[in-house]
């Protein structure tokens, strides 16, 4: 007997487990579709079969749902069964693509547990890759609108908020018109948890953490903002004019500065930059012409959220002649942490070292 059970945990006997996903886009707030195929080894009493979707990152790993999809099953030797699954993705957690890259960091995947009678078990993972649900990519638009830059992509511990954990996605301020780039322009993280008809947004200042500012959107707020061309970039950038005006009081070197010593993702001391420039973000001013590219759902992706053309050659021009070498990797950081390189954003939070357009 206990020789058996030996078997069956070495995958020698009992049952084999595969779990297959469909390969739909799926996105927060819709479903995952796939389905389970056993394999029996034996004469085998399958109890339960229970899916995980699972979050895996520098914080470690967070459950963000749980569902049984079969339970009894008796399988004779050899037989082969499939169990059919509708997995239902919770709409706070987090997107791992955006305009069809895969953004570093974050990590979701469904584990499979099969738990036969005998009291061993087999577990199978499968990544997956999730979207942004709407709401996620419209303020995703706005911020590359506006002018924002991508930093990182993380979970974080969502103290007050009705989650587990809530996605925090870190970004370069917008550049104001006139003023050249440099450790003055700060990092802006923006912590969303859409619900199932409303959504909460905390945006605060990278080196200001758990010092943010709370805003709350019910369905009719939702519905409103989505009906105005132009609603999504008035709110987003209402937010930003709101934090940015305690910028000049965050820590020097926000622009390059390493997360900070808060319990989660990577520690170590601010960039020590004593700059003299300080930052000074007006509003977003829209440009002639830029309407239909946000009526088209492009915005973000045409001015360079993930490290497009538009924001890098505002960055290059704002060397001028003597920073032509540099203007290509638009900020390269000699100690490689905290500059972009490339289009790419090399070593400042991400752990493969940026996109590979």
């Known amino acids: 007997m206990v020789f058996k059970k030996l078997l069956a945990g070495l995958g020698l006997g009992g049952v084999q487990v595969d779990t297959v996903i469909a390969p739909q886009s799926a996105t927060p707030g819709g479903t995952l579709v796939g389905q389970v195929n ?44 499939s169990v059919p699954f509708t997995l239902p993705v919770p709409a706070h957690a987090p997107f791992t693509a955006l305009y069809g890259h ?15 009678a005998s009291g061993s078990a087999k577990s199978d993972f499968d990544p997956v890759t999730l979207d942004a649900a709407p709401v996620q990519q419209r303020i995703m638009d706005a911020l590359g609108t506006i002018g924002a830059r ?25 550049l104001p018109e006139g003023q050249q780039p440099g450790p003055h322009v700060p990092q802006v993280v923006f912590l969303i948890v859409p619900g199932a008809d409303d959504l909460t947004v905390v945006v605060e200042l990278a080196a200001q953490p758990g010092a943010g500012d709370r805003h709350h959107l019910s369905a009719a707020d939702l519905e409103s903002r989505n009906a105005d061309e132009d609603g999504w ?40 930059y ?25 915005g973000g992706a045409a ?5 497009g053309m538009a924001i890098s050659n505002m960055i290059g021009d704002a060397f001028g002649p003597d920073g032509a070498g540099q203007a290509a990797g638009a900020f390269e950081d000699a100690g490689g942490d905290g500059g972009f390189d490339d289009g790419g954003f090399d070593g400042g939070g991400f752990d493969d070292g940026g996109f590979d357009f």
């Open 38 to 81: 056993l394999r029996a080894k034996s004469d085998s009493q399958v109890t339960a079969v229970d899916l995980q979707l699972l979050a895996s990152g520098s914080f470690g790993e967070i459950e963000l749902a749980r569902h049984r999809v079969a339970a009894g099953l008796h399988l004779t030797s050899g037989s082969t069964p």
């Open 102 to 116: 895969n953004l570093p960091g974050l990590t979701i995947g469904v584990r499979t547990h099969v738990s036969v």
């Open 150 to 174: 991508f930093v990182r992509s993380e979970l974080r511990p969502s103290a007050g908020l009705a989650v587990p954990a809530a996605h925090a996605v870190t970004f370069y301020a917008p």
């Open 233 to 272: 970039i008035n709110e987003v950038d209402r937010w930003l004019t709101t934090i940015l005006q305690r910028a000049q009081t965050a820590a020097p070197g926000a622009f390059m500065q390493p997360q900070q010593q808060i319990g989660y993702g990577r520690h170590g001391r601010p960039y020590a």
């Open 274 to 298: 004593q700059g003299r420039q300080p930052y000074q973000y007006g509003g977003y001013k829209r440009r002639p012409g830029m309407g239909s590219a946000v009526a088209a759902g492009v």
């Open 303 to 307: 001015l360079g959220f993930l490290g």
